[in-house]
């Protein structure tokens, strides 16, 4: 598992950036999602303010730690970017990459 991106909290979500070999994305945000749709995602994800590339999902861990699921996916991507956002110590959160689709 690798650390592709680092997250801080704003009023309403997160912000940070992610960035990989082929990926340089220096503003990201994650805006809650409107809606009740039941399985649809909790979180919206965009890079810079009007081009999503994402979606994410509140889950807790084994442990009941609280962390959300991401899909990240954009035309030019050979296949989605699956990873989780969880919180390091400290002020900051982590996205850390995953090769494996999460379990729902």
Known sequence: MATIG????????????VKTL????????FVPAEGDNENGP?????????VEFGAAWNKQSDKGNAYLSVKLDDPS?????????????????????SRRRPAN
């Open 6 to 17: 680092t997250f801080s909290r704003t009023e309403n979500g997160f912000a940070g950036a």
């Open 22 to 29: 082929n990926l340089n994305v220096k503003s990201v945000k």
């Open 42 to 50: 909790d979180f919206r994800i965009f890079a810079g303010t009007t």
């Open 77 to 97: 991507f050979p296949a989605p970017i699956y990873a989780s956002l969880v919180e390091t110590e400290g002020e900051e959160l982590a996205l850390i990459w």
